[in-house]
């Protein structure tokens, strides 16, 4: 039998080297560019969530009033108007807090010289009532035993919150700075941006790809509606009833109950506050009422507008938003409730995809 030479290894061809080599470098310089600015990505990606919630707006605004050579007034505009949206309810809230803190100093102070005695809601409650009296007034009702109370929290423990507290909103205060600024050039180069980006994903992936981007920014842009302008509804109507109903300050338990809105099942717990609060003044039917309130527009919202807002734009079920979303919020805190969705119905189509063909594409 003859021997046959096998034939020598191949040589990689000089473009292959090219390729694996710009591979290479395109990987680290990735990389390398994420970690320089791992700091800040929580502020790019809130702009660019905000860019793609607001675009609708932004470009009926240029429509009407084309924008200039230089394209600064409309940007900032627009980045103005988000910056005041978060910063005056932010600030009313404050000044509502240290007026309110003022109080509980006070409150404190006389406690500590005069004992906490049983309040009248502890007389009205529906069970348990003489137990909570003898342990109120064996407890709280004599300074000593307020005093001691009060001092089991260690005074160095509060200083330390305080210290972290103060570092975490300058930490913050900078990040939004960050967001503004890249908010006003997202604004600006919107356009530009977004071909690029598709592009990139076209030459990347295929069509696939594009239609992948395309559908995580129709969920970006339904979540921001389904929570966000459901939870400021929610808010709004709920403050109305508190306000009828002889809740304190609510203004402010309004806005809290618009901010716990737009996280799924948090709404409960700010009416549940509005309802305490009622009951510790002697309104027992108020309280119901509120809470009565509560559970119907919540449950309207969470099981009508929402899943229509939310799974129309996304073509997702409102099963895998919700997973999304709470999933979202336990990986990535408040950011995570609109890249939670966009993940699931990026992840959904491409199983549609998989499984059904390429047929139907996305618009």
Known sequence: MEHVTPPPPTVPAEADRHGLARTALVLGLGALGVWILHGFLPALAWAVILTIALRPLYARFTRAFPPGRHNVVGPALFTLGVALVILVPLAVAAIQAAREAHDVVQFWREI???????PDFVARLPFGAAQVSAWWQENLSHPSGSSEMLHRLDRSSIVGFGRTFGSQIVHRSVLFCFTL?????????????????????????GPRGERVARQMAASIHGTVDGLVLVGLGEGFLLGVIYVFAGVPHPVLLGAATALAAMIPFGAPLAFGLAAVLL???????AAAVVVAAGIVVTFVADHFVRPVLIGGATRLPFLWVLLGILGGVETFGLLGLFLGPAVMAALVLLWREYTEGDATPVA
């Open 112 to 118: 500590e010289e005069s004992g906490w005695p049983v």
């Open 181 to 205: 600024l890249t908010l006003f050039f997202l604004f600006r180069d919107g356009p530009a941006v977004a071909d690029q980006g598709l592009s990139a994903a076209r030459r990347l992936f």
């Open 279 to 285: 009951v510790a003044k002697g309104g027992v039917t």
